[in-house]
């Protein structure tokens, strides 16, 4: 008796604190779009390394960037990755937020009917076309500004539609109502599974381009501890996604319910960064091509709106705690090169 009593009492205190444990827990609203590049969001949440942090992270899913950019901007989600378009669309209006890091870049492509496929060697070809992308998309960002490059009016010499999703883009496109759609993975290989053609790259249009950065309020940038825990299990979420491959898909299909083989190709695409460093310079970049395309009227003012320094410190904090570390000091390098 005595015994059982024991372990029933070692049994109790053990719930008590996790109780206690998930009661203290800081709680966060994260948003995410269902995408490959999202990967490390559904990683941390589900390999427990938000939890490690201290973190309650609920995980909030969006079509798009514009919608998931505003729910920041309202206070519905404390944070997410959507789009670098939005964000500096949004600072360049004045609005008050900060770029904290990173979730991926690059991985954009245009997509054509099989009969069309065949006329579009490069962006000039798009001239007089229809063309179907999504509202505040990076690739959109991308496409405008490589169209400028070649001297082509986005306004005047070719049509484009924003749609909501990926999935009304390829629809667009397989029924004739576009020539060209705009997606990023891994709905890229969805329409190529449907008979679809990849004609460009995001990336051969604008080679490493960022995509969906973290950003946050400048009322949230006020409590860095939570931001520090945050980038802490998303950097260890990004090095988990590295050697773990099966693991990351599976946590990956409990988010986006396509078939693990396309999950597995679209994450683990060359097309795809998979950085969470805030890559001050490829933002800068950035915001340069949509101010000279005229995507936005006025260039922001980046030296407020993009915070490197709580990166920073997480990283040099892994560095510190595990010295022999090259995927941790790798890292630094490509910090330096990218914010400097």
């Known amino acids: 008796m005595k015994v ?18 998930a ?12 995408a490959t ?3 490390k969001f559904f990683v941390a949440k589900e390999q427990g390394l938000f939890a490690k ?9 969006f079509q798009n960037s514009a919608d998931g950019l505003n729910a920041i901007i309202a206070g519905k989600l404390d944070t997410g990755a959507f789009g670098t378009t ?8 004045g609005t008050k937020l900060k770029i904290i890091g990173g979730v991926m870049g690059g991985d954009a492509a245009l997509v054509a009917s099989a009969a069309n496929a065949g006329k579009i060697k490069g962006i000039a070809d798009l001239k007089g076309k229809k063309v ?6 990076s690739g959109d960002a991308v496409l405008r500004g490589a169209l400028k490059d070649k001297g ?13 999703n990926p999935s009304a883009v390829i629809e667009a496109v397989k029924s004739g109502q576009v020539d060209v759609g705009l997606v990023w993975g891994p709905h890229d290989l969805r329409a190529e599974d449907q008979g679809l053609k990849v004609v460009i790259h995001s990336t051969d249009l604008q080679r490493g381009h960022p995509c969906c950065r973290l950003v946050i309020t400048e009322a949230s940038a006020k409590n860095p501890a939570t931001w520090e825990k945050f980038l802490r299990a998303m950097l260890k979420a990004e090095r988990f996604a590295a050697e773990n491959k099966k693991e990351t898909i599976e946590s990956i299909a409990k988010y986006v319910k396509l078939d693990q083989q396309l999950l597995w190709r679209g ?6 960064d998979q950085s969470t460093d805030p890559d001050a310079k490829g933002v800068k970049h950035f915001a340069e091509v949509m101010t000279n395309s005229e995507f936005i009227t006025k260039a922001p003012d980046l030296s407020a709106g993009i915070d490197a320094s709580l990166y920073e410190k997480v990283l040099n904090q892994l560095v510190k705690e595990n010295p022999n570390d090259a995927y941790w000091k790798k890292l630094q390098k490509d910090f330096k090169r990218k914010n400097a």
């Open 23 to 34: 009661a203290f827990a800081e709680q966060l609203k994260v948003g995410y779009l269902p």
């Open 4 to 21: 059982r009593f024991a372990l029933k009492t070692v049994i109790a205190a053990i719930a008590l604190a996790g109780t206690v444990g």
């Open 86 to 93: 939005g964000p500096i669309a949004h600072l360049s209006k």
């Open 152 to 164: 082509l009016n986005w306004k005047t010499d070719l049509q484009i539609f924003e749609l909501k």
């Open 37 to 39: 590049g999202h990967a």
């Open 53 to 61: 942090e201290g973190l309650d992270v609920e995980l909030a899913e």
């Open 267 to 272: 994450y683990y695409s060359e097309y795809l």
């Open 132 to 137: 179907a992308t999504v509202r505040m998309a």
